[in-house]
């Protein structure tokens, strides 16, 4: 049974820094696209951290660039997302999400473009 799940997300301040998990269970996360998405109430979920399963064309989202950070360790099966300075408007649930494919990682920070997904996790940044 193919799962991701997150961890990591929690209450922090402005000018903070969390770093998000996502296990992957029932299949090997090397070859795959992985995108952080995420959604603050009562908007939509927008893709910002997102790579293609080789790994060259990390794709940001312009107003997350350069504080936040998408990685993977194939070994651990496990892919991550450092953010750094975060802000009150990065209040939202964060969601990782996984499919097979070798486009652009633009193309994969699309939520129509990837087919597995974790539960997600909260992040509050609030003084």
């Known amino acids: 049974q193919v799962q991701l799940v997150e961890s990591g997300g929690g209450l922090v301040q402005p000018g903070g820094s969390l770093k998000l998990s996502c296990a992957a269970s029932g299949f090997r996360l090397g070859n795959y696209a992985i995108g952080w998405f995420r959604q603050a109430p009562g908007m939509e979920r927008e893709g910002i951290a997102c790579?293609?399963?080789?790994?060259?064309?990390?794709y940001y989202a312009d107003s997350l660039k350069g504080r936040f950070t998408i990685s993977r360790d194939n070994g651990k099966n496990t892919v991550y997302l450092q953010m750094n300075n975060l802000k009150p408007e990065d209040t939202a649930v964060y969601y990782c999400?996984?499919?097979?494919?070798?486009?652009?990682?633009?193309?994969?920070?699309?939520?129509?473009?990837?087919?597995?997904w974790g539960q997600g996790t909260q992040v509050t940044v609030s003084a």
């Open positions: 999400a996984a499919d097979a494919g070798l486009f652009s990682g633009s193309y994969y920070c699309n939520t129509r473009n990837l087919n597995y």
């Open positions: 790579m293609p399963g080789t790994n060259v064309g990390e």
